[in-house]
C-alpha cells in the first residue's frame, strides 16, 4: 500500500551479534513540496512485528532522515510515532501509508 503513494526501498538485515534476529526496514522517500524538502521515513520491523503481523504491529520502529530542506526531523518523528501508536492489529491496514502522510500533513497544516 505505501508503494502506491511513496518509493520505497525494502532492506533485510541478516542476524548479527549486535541483533541477533534477521531486521526488515522499509525506507519510503516522503517529499515536501511547499518546503521544497525531502525526508526518509524508515519503519524498521524486527522478527515479532514482521511474522506476527497484525499482532505485534505495536513493535514496529520508526526514524526520520532530513535529507534537504527546512524541515523539522523531531517534528515528522513525532507525527510518525503518533500515527502508528494509534494503530491496532484490527485497525492496521495501510497504517504505514498513513504515517507517512502524517508527516506530510505537518507542513501541509502549517504553510
Not at 520505497?8 to 518546503?35: D, G, H
Request: hydrophobic share 45%; net charge negative; glycine share 6%.
Amino acid at each position: 500500500m505505501l508503494s502506491v503513494k511513496f518509493p520505497l526501498e525494502v532492506k533485510v538485515y541478516p542476524p548479527s551479534k549486535a541483533n541477533p534476529e534477521p531486521v526488515f526496514s522499509i525506507q519510503s522517500m516522503v517529499l515536501f513540496k511547499t518546503r521544497a524538502a525531502k525526508a526518509f521515513v524508515t519503519f524498521v520491523l524486527g522478527l515479532d512485528s514482521f511474522g506476527c503481523w497484525p499482532l505485534q504491529v505495536c513493535k514496529v520502529g520508526s526514524e526520520v532522515e532530513v535529507v534537504y530542506g527546512d524541515v523539522d526531523r523531531e517534528e515528522l518523528l513525532k507525527a510518525v510515532t503518533e500515527r502508528l501508536g494509534q494503530v491496532t492489529p484490527a485497525d492496521n491496514y495501510g497504517c504505514l501509508l498513513d504515517a507517512c502522510l502524517a508527516a506530510q500533513d505537518v507542513y501541509r497544516q502549517a504553510d
